[in-house]
């Protein structure tokens, strides 16, 4: 595959950087001719996000198309042509900015992997996707072409018009000699952003590097902060993107004497404890204690099925325990989500409605 259409896998952190430089060269001043830009945002937080940026290019573009999901696009910029995106649809999962003139042309086209790179800072920042990069003007022109006659029946005619006068312009002329070479630096830029992020979350996750301690708070079972910040509660974020299964989870410990030797602390077996439950999170789950005995865990895109084979696993772990000094058992409330913000509070009631009715696991639906 030749270099200006290579597919690399890439977090969102990286492809936010790469935006916003596609975003910059649409204001930059340029007697180019006419321009149109496409967007597509997925959710309408992220374009909130740049709202005063969109209303600057509209107001010099041709035409500036802005694709959201859901049913309504309020507050869109008074030059720009909002289209509403079905859930269903594969545009629904595509992250795109395209920007074309006559003599220029820039592209990111990302499509949600719905994954999470694991030991990013947040579950956003660290959504992945397999996207592809380039300063080639027809590169552009392929997507502009391919994202009016995908959103034709949801353009006005004058958007429609705009679009085909600017697509007439850039056929009528060739492409830039030498636009290969700024291709080249975009992508050797974008891999580095990719690399230097890799770099400090590897290096943040070892200088939190600490024994497992069964803390309360904003730092997870192995020791690292910043738990609030990396479910979503502080940030941007938006429901509808990438699925969590979220379980809540209750450890009842044997009162002393009954099932363990006596002498074992309560300290060690709430330390058993913790270890049980981190040995069967993947890389990129992360889990805290919200109470005495109460945990929370978090594993990214795991599928139902999949979260309740864990939860079931988790209470067989316990069970095992039982003749030991740990000695308790486990109750579980759990759910897979796209919502935003998680919904915690549910997932605790629904624990206590576990535990009074003696059900070791239940799911509740988000």
Known sequence: MPEATAVRRLTKRTLVTVSHALEQAALAAAEDGPMVV??????????????????????RAAATVVGLVGGEAPGMPADAYPVLLDEKEELAREWTVVVLTPRFGAVLVAHDLEQVEPGAATLESGRLFEARTGLRRDDALHEVLRLRNQLADRLPADALSAVDAVVDRVRDLPATPGE?????????????????????????????????????????LAGEPGMRRWTGADGVTASGVL???????????????????????????????????????????RATKVGDNDFLLFLPS???????????GLAADFAETRGSFLAATLSVALTVTRTRPLPVDQLRQALEWAIARNAPVVTIES
């Open 302 to 312: 795991l599928p139902l099925d999949d979260a309740v084979a864990f939860a079931y």
């Open 243 to 285: 699925p969590v299964a979220v379980l809540a989870v209750r450890v009842a410990h044997a009162e002393s004497g009954q099932d363990g030797p006596i002498g074992r602390t309560g300290t060690r077996q709430q330390q058993a404890a913790v270890e049980l439950l981190l040995r069967r999170l993947r890389p990129g789950d």
């Open 38 to 59: 496409f967007a597509l945002f997925q959710r309408l937080p992220y374009f909130e996000r740049e709202r005063r940026i969109y209303e600057r290019i509209a107001s």
């Open 180 to 220: 290969s070479r700024a291709d080249a630096v975009l992508h050797l830029l974008t891999a580095r952003a990719e690399r230097d992020h890799t770099r400090l979350r590897t290096g943040a996750h070892r200088a939190a590097e600490a024994p497992p301690q069964p803390q309360t708070g904003d730092t997870d």
